[in-house]
């Protein structure tokens, strides 16, 4: 009896340590990142976000007859407007796309969105990993150039800029400490409970 609560304590701990060492592998679900068209360019011009996250352009250049489009060098080819790039409707000003009443205007946007995560770019995950560069060009014709820089999941907020963000191979060492201290848990589990087994059996034979 006394050596089935010395089984059933061990179990226990076992648990308990399993929980508090393993590594929390959570997959980051994604949000916008808004950057703003203005009459001078997009705010900001530079973001960084994450695998999984969305830039979420909204025009706000309230000029008269003005729209923006969006084109994105999906492919990195130093070509904005090539058949794998993307590229959005003319934006206009978000009160232009409303009625007196309030109703929405059809076909007229204001906003622009591309999300960067593996079922929309039909990529793996570390192939989205990169720098993507945009131009943001207004209906007079001038031209406003900025980089979306995208990076593995380092618990940066989205939304936020990261100067500092380490780059692939760092995210990938992560990912490999975390598996080995995964590994490493699991053994000293099976062990402890060989361990109790042993005990007990040892203790039914006397």
């Given at each position: 009896?006394?050596?089935?609560?010395?089984?059933?304590?061990?179990?226990?701990?076992?648990?308990?340590?399993?929980?508090?060492?393993?590594?929390?592998?959570?997959?980051?679900?994604?949000?916008?990142?808004?950057?703003?068209?203005?009459?001078?360019?997009?705010?900001?011009?530079?973001?960084?976000?994450m695998?999984?996250?969305?830039?979420?352009?909204?025009?706000?250049?309230?000029?008269?007859?003005?729209?923006?489009?969006?084109?994105?060098?999906?492919?990195s080819?130093?070509?904005?407007?090539?058949?794998?790039?993307?590229?959005?409707?003319?934006?206009?000003?978000?009160?232009?796309?409303?009625?007196?009443?309030?109703?929405?205007?059809?076909?007229?946007?204001?906003?622009?969105?591309?999300?960067?995560?593996?079922?929309?770019?039909?990529?793996?995950?570390?192939?989205?990993?990169?720098?993507?560069?945009?131009?943001?060009?207004?209906?007079?014709?001038?031209?406003?150039y900025?980089n979306i820089?995208?990076?593995?999941?380092?618990?940066?907020?989205?939304?936020?800029?990261?100067?500092?963000?380490?780059?692939?191979?760092?995210?990938?060492d992560?990912?490999?400490?975390?598996?080995?201290?995964?590994?490493?848990?699991?053994?000293?589990?099976?062990?402890?409970?060989?361990?109790?087994?042993?005990?007990?059996?040892?203790?039914?034979?006397?």
């Amino acid at each position: 009896m006394k050596a089935s609560k010395i089984v059933i304590s061990i179990a226990v701990a076992i648990l308990v340590s399993f929980q508090v060492y393993s590594p929390t592998v959570s997959a980051h679900t994604g949000e916008n990142f808004m950057i703003i068209i203005k009459e001078n360019g997009s705010v900001p011009g530079n973001p960084t976000m994450m695998v999984n996250d969305s830039a979420l352009w909204v025009n706000v250049d309230n000029r008269d007859n003005v729209t923006h489009q969006i084109f994105v060098d999906a492919n990195s080819d130093g070509i904005y407007n090539g058949s794998d790039d993307w590229k959005s409707l003319n934006l206009t000003h978000e009160g232009n796309c409303r009625n007196d009443n309030g109703t929405r205007i059809e076909n007229c946007e204001a906003s622009y969105t591309v999300t960067f995560n593996e079922t929309v770019m039909n990529m793996s995950y570390y192939d989205i990993v990169g720098t993507y560069a945009y131009v943001d060009i207004d209906s007079n014709g001038t031209k406003f150039y900025g980089n979306i820089t995208v990076i593995p999941e380092l618990h940066v907020t989205a939304g936020f800029q990261d100067t500092n963000a380490n780059n692939i191979d760092e995210a990938k060492d992560e990912e490999e400490d975390s598996s080995l201290l995964l590994i490493i848990a699991a053994a000293s589990a099976l062990g402890a409970m060989i361990l109790g087994g042993m005990i007990l059996f040892g203790n039914e034979e006397e």
